[in-house]
Nanobody, 116 residues
Framework: QVQLVESGGGLAQAGGSLRLSCAASGRTFSTYAMGWFRQAPGKEREVVASISYSGSDTYYADSVKGRFTISRDNARNTVALQMNTLKPEDTAIYYC?????????WGPGTQVTVAS
């Protein structure tokens, strides 16, 4: 089973950028679809981006389309989320997740705070 640890969160100004990284353990990383979801206080969990096991297919929520980019490096067992043109409404805890069939695993999360 894969284990995930996120990094790269922090405080950014509106209009700024942050890059989140997720390091995965395990030798079967390349068989998992990967993604990021976020959870803000009082709001529903939102999947913001996902990427297929090969990296050939990606998905973005409408709320981040054109601003966020997901990528993966199967040789290094990592997945990244480049976040540009940040908005205060992007403030949340961001979680990296791995999915194979209907089984999900996620990391402890990293806080992203965007100041206006």
């Amino acid at each position: 089973q894969v284990q995930l640890v996120e990094s790269g969160g922090g405080l950014a100004q509106a209009g700024g950028s942050l890059r989140l990284s997720c390091a995965a353990s395990g030798r079967t990383f390349s068989t998992y679809a990967m993604g990021w979801f976020r959870q803000a206080p009082g709001k529903e969990r939102e999947v913001v981006a996902s990427i297929s096991y090969s990296g050939s297919d990606t998905y973005y929520a409408d709320s981040v389309k054109g601003r966020f980019t997901i990528s993966r490096d199967n040789a290094r067992n990592t997945v990244a989320l480049q976040m540009n043109t940040l908005k205060p409404e992007d403030t949340a805890i961001y979680y990296c997740y791995a999915r194979i069939l209907r089984s999900y695993t996620w990391g402890p999360g990293t806080q992203v705070t965007v100041a206006s």
